[in-house]
């Protein structure tokens, strides 16, 4: 039972092998390649010890890699760990592994990917919604350009975690699909706005409002009404303010909206 | 800072106010401005428009002859702010809504 072994994962997932190389108690190290991303995983006679994948380390590790459904393995017998990062036993190590990949499968109904990008929903369904510090660093980023692979690494965080926060955020509303075609030419999430005193100041008050959503909506609703965004008519101005003020979902934040930027025109009329 | 009648009266084209809330009328209106005398007339506006369900919005504007009225209403006050058509009409609302805001209610 000396012998590395090897093969193909879309016909052995990790999980598998995992569980053979336990049941087998092997000690060795188990490495996996899916294209240019590699997963070491630790054995030491049988107990998962140590797992190293992308940056990320531990059970992270392991679930990251159990969820590719393609690339080799080979484990290489006797190799032994120089640390420690799982403390589990090996049973409660699969488990885990178990349960994330029931909830990416979940997650992968709606979000085949990790390579896919989404832009920012400007049209929210909710009057209110409630995110955690963790979806906020995703949300932040997302910009219709970088795929959830790129803000996952942007934030640190594994692939399948950033997919997870992309479900909530889809399924929130928040966040939409951004098609080839829109990438390739650059219409819809990219943004176009004048650079003047007024937007600036405009987009400055929106994302103390609703955040970092704040320039497509000023961009959204200027197409929408035809507002020319160089125009200096205080009637165009005026009416592009009041009618971003009624998207503003919150009564409160609408009304220091409004009275941040009814100083500000006040402002112009006495230049 | 909330609105104030102030920034109001500074808009070109407004020619004043009438606040209300059912009981006292304020009225800053020139004297030679043809509804500076119409205390009662408003007074029935608030009456008619103030109660609740009587309208579907906070804001109602009436054009009457050559004088727009925009109307404005937060618990039991209103706002009526008289001016020419071609006031800046979302500078007006913006700065009644700020106003009307910060009034008691």
Not at chain 1, 159 to 173: E, H, N, Q
Not at chain 1, 183 to 212: C, H, Y
Not at chain 1, 238 to 257: C, H, N, Q, Y
Request: aromatic share 6%; charged share 25%; net charge negative.
């Amino acid at each position: 039972m000396n012998k590395d072994i090897g093969g193909d994962i879309s016909n052995t997932r990790v999980l598998e092998i995992v569980k053979i190389l336990s049941l087998g108690k092997r000690t060795g190290r188990l490495h996996v390649t899916n294209g240019a991303e590699t997963c070491n995983i630790f054995f030491s006679e049988g107990q998962v010890v140590h797992a190293h994948c992308s940056g990320l380390t531990g059970i992270k590790a392991i679930q990251e890699a159990s969820a590719w459904t393609s690339g080799e393995y080979r484990f290489f017998v006797d190799e032994q760990a120089d640390m420690q990062s799982v403390f589990m036993g090996t049973d409660d190590v699969l488990l885990e592994v178990t349960n994330h990949l029931r909830q990416m499968d979940k997650v992968t109904s709606l979000i085949p990917s990790p390579a896919m990008v989404y832009a920012l929903e400007t049209d929210i369904r909710e009057s209110e919604v409630q995110i955690k510090a963790a979806q906020w660093k995703v949300l932040s980023l997302v910009d219709g350009r970088k795929s959830i692979a790129d803000i996952a690494q942007l934030v640190g965080i594994a692939s399948s975690d950033a997919m997870k926060i992309f479900y909530t955020l889809l399924r929130s509303g928040l966040i939409r699909e951004v098609s080839s075609e829109e990438r390739d030419t650059g219409v819809g999430p990219t943004l176009n706005l004048p650079k003047t005193a007024f937007i600036e100041s405009l987009v400055a008050a929106l994302t103390r409002a609703i955040g970092p959503i704040a320039p497509y909506v000023v961009q959204e609703t200027a197409r929408d009404i035809t507002a020319d965004l160089l125009s200096e008519d205080p009637a165009q101005r005026a009416f592009l303010v009041e009618t971003i003020a009624d998207k503003i979902p919150e009564g409160r934040m609408s009304l220091a909206f409004l009275e941040s930027m009814a100083e500000k025109l006040k402002e112009e009329r006495a230049v | 800072m909330k609105g104030s009648t102030k920034d109001l009266l500074q808009i070109q084209g407004v020619q004043g106010f009438v606040l209300t809330d059912g009981r006292n009328v304020q009225v800053k209106l020139p004297s030679t401005h043809p509804l500076s005398g119409a205390k009662e007339r408003f007074k029935r506006l608030h009456q008619e428009l103030g109660r609740k369900g009587a309208r579907p919005g906070n804001t109602v504007e009436i054009l009457l002859d050559n004088v727009l009225i925009t109307l404005f209403f937060s618990g039991s006050t209103m706002l009526a702010v008289l001016a020419s058509p071609d006031v800046n009409q979302a500078l007006l609302r913006i700065t009644g809504r700020l106003i009307i805001a910060g009034s008691p209610g």
